[in-house]
T-cell receptor, first 115, second 118 residues
Framework: DTGVSQNPRHKITKRGQNVTFRCDPI?????LYWYRQTLGQGPEFLTY????????KSRLLSDRFSAERPKGSFSTLEIQRTEQGDSAMYLC?????????????FGSGTQLSVL | AQTVTQSQPEMSVQEAETVTLSCTYD???????LFWYKQPPSRQMILVIR??????QNATENRFSVNFQKAAKSFSLKISDSQLGDAAMYFC???????????????FGEGTQLTVNP
């Protein structure tokens, strides 16, 4: 069990560029979540997958954001035409629901800086 | 909608002493979960303790315990015998239970930065 892996760890980009982040969940986990955390704040929910199906999206996920989870394994989060307000840490979490109890395992996040 | 509020941006405690972190929440749900997560400088969120709202008994995990006051919508975390490794940002969070079969979002508070002094 290598835990939830996120790449890259840091990303610096210029305003208007597109960026893509990757999350590799724990192998048997069927649920995958994306959260965004700005400096000094708690994480905010972005979207959630069960297997390959995207079941819930936050209003924070504007049309510039898209997330995918092909084949129910790894997931990617793409931000098009980045803005300075997109600067944040993007956290991924995965879980395997068992017996009504769900425990999330978080990755270490991707820190995005938009210049 | 759920909201979670942590009114203490920073707290400090002496090693081996006890500290209590405060959290209040608001929800229209009748059943829900409450959590405390720890985020060390490594940035990885780690579950510290979990409470199911329908359970009267306060959850405990070794040196960590909660004081769950459902009527007051209060959920504080007590850390006993504080250790240097407890230094981190602590987040209180809630989750609706209605999404049990499909998963549901966590709603986090703003966090409390805990410093442990040797």
């Amino acid at each position: 069990d290598t835990g939830v892996s996120q790449n890259p760890r840091h990303k610096i980009t210029k305003r208007g560029q597109n960026v893509t982040f990757r999350c590799d969940p724990i192998s048997e986990h069927n649920r995958l979540y994306w959260y965004r955390q700005t400096l000094g704040q708690g994480p905010e929910f972005l979207t959630y997958f069960q297997n390959e199906a995207q079941l819930e999206k936050s209003r924070l996920l504007s049309d510039r954001f898209s997330a995918e989870r092909p084949k129910g394994s790894f997931s990617t989060l793409e931000i098009q035409r980045t803005e300075q307000g997109d600067s944040a840490m993007y956290l991924c979490a995965s879980s395997l629901r068992a017996g009504g109890r769900e425990k999330l395992f978080f990755g270490s996040g991707t820190q995005l800086s938009v210049l | 909608a759920q909201t979670v509020t942590q009114s203490q941006p920073e707290m400090s405690v002496q090693e081996a002493e006890t500290v209590t972190l405060s959290c209040t929440y608001d929800t229209s749900e009748s059943d829900y979960y409450l959590f405390w997560y720890k985020q060390p400088p490594s940035r990885q969120m780690i579950l510290v303790i979990r409470q199911e709202a329908y359970k009267q008994q306060n959850a405990t995990e070794n040196r960590f315990s909660v004081n769950f006051q459902k009527a007051a919508k209060s959920f504080s975390l007590k850390i006993s015998d504080s250790q240097l490794g407890d230094a981190a940002m602590y987040f209180c969070a809630s989750k609706s239970k209605t999404g049990e079969t499909s998963g549901s979002r966590l709603t986090f508070g703003e966090g409390t930065q805990l410093t442990v002094n040797p």
